[in-house]
């Protein structure tokens, strides 16, 4: 596999034509301001991505089965099972006011309804640890990680996974929901739906099958489902569990925001007849009426955009200023994003996750300002937006891609799990604690 394709180029395949945006100076840019009162700053994190030793989920199976994708386990991660304390601590002493992080349902139910009381313990203390420093707490129930048991009764495809999904909500959010500002259900569940118009997963899906035929082997199951498969059957499901666990949520703190995060591509069409509405009807549509039916806000993940023509994504031309990965840099898709789900759904729009994938942290001491000031003008334009939260805190295990992509505000050393603020950390700082652009 070509190593420089990472995992959100492979969620956000054929992202756009050129941008001049690395070349405009930051003083151009337009829309300087004030962001509103009580705004949300903060960074993201997942569990399995930088906890370490998830030795229950389906990921950490699929790491160590062959053949596999992955191409190194996740092992100890950033060890933030033992350092989340110094994390909070971090996210701090940026300035920022939230931090978003998930439960990893593999260790709070490691075997069909076995309840670890240690492990909603373990969150309970990252929970308070966030309001003793007066951080709000950003929880996401499933953020794509499952119990290998999950995947060994179908996964998502299994016609009781809503309910098994729903019966893990209600005894988390039991214990956990009362300190929670935000709570979100499932993480970027709409990727599913859009696997055929990305070709770079279509063509994974033979060595996805014998990976899981490996893994299912391994637990001497006769199947066995990964975030990386796709079906109608796993879409039905999903939006299923997403109302269930709506609902079980609310059902021990009424008043708790909840909603999903959805993984949203700033689609643009050249012309008529493109693919476009046909992927947004897909991807997008069935998760903005779920969100309208049962959602307070809707997470908006956005890694950049799509343009299609008649003949379908339109390649990217001899010039064009690529990242690491092969993605654009084209900070003007967030506001893009973020006003396209907010006129889908009529809810508050939550920015759950926005980065870019780089190891010359220049490039995101430049992004962040620019793709700011875009979102600033969607505010402006009147779309109500809860926050940003930047992906990610730390660098971390990027799936199937081990640790080679760098996201992190933070670097984190592989072997001593030493945690150095990059310069674009003091960015975003600077920007959080005067709630302005400069």
Known sequence: MNDRVDRRTLLFAGLGTAVAALARPLAAQSTRGTFPKGFLWGAATSGHQIEGNDVNSDTWLLEHVKPTLYVESSGDADDSLNRWSEDLDLVKA????????SLEWSRIEPSPGEFSHAYLDYYARIIDGCNDRGLRAVVTFNHANCPAWFAAQGYWKNPQSPELFARFCERAAKRLAAGMSYAATLNEPNVSAGAKYIPALQQLQPAIAAMNAAAARALGSDVFGNALESSPEITRNLLAA??????????????????????????????????????????????????????????????????????????????????????????????????YAHEQTHKPVFVTENGISTSDDTLRVRYIPDVLAGLKQAIDDGVPVIGYLHWSLLDNFEWIFGYAPKYGLVAVDRATFKRTPKPSAAILSAIARANALP
């Open 242 to 339: 997403h109302a269930k666990g709506h609902a079980a949520i609310k059902s021990a703190r009424p008043e708790l925001p909840v909603g999903v995060t959805l993984g949203l591509i700033d689609d643009q069409a050249i012309g008529l007849n493109t693919l476009r509405d046909a992927k947004r009807r897909d991807m997008y549509s069935p998760w903005f009426e779920a969100i309208k039916a049962h959602g307070d806000f809707v997470g908006v993940q956005n890694y950049g955009r799509a343009v299609y023509d008649a003949k379908g994504l339109v390649e990217k031309p001899p010039g064009a200023i690529l990242l690491e990965g092969g993605a654009e840099y084209y900070p003007d898709s967030l506001k893009n994003a973020v006003r």
């Open 94 to 101: 940026l300035g920022l006011n939230s931090y978003r992080f």
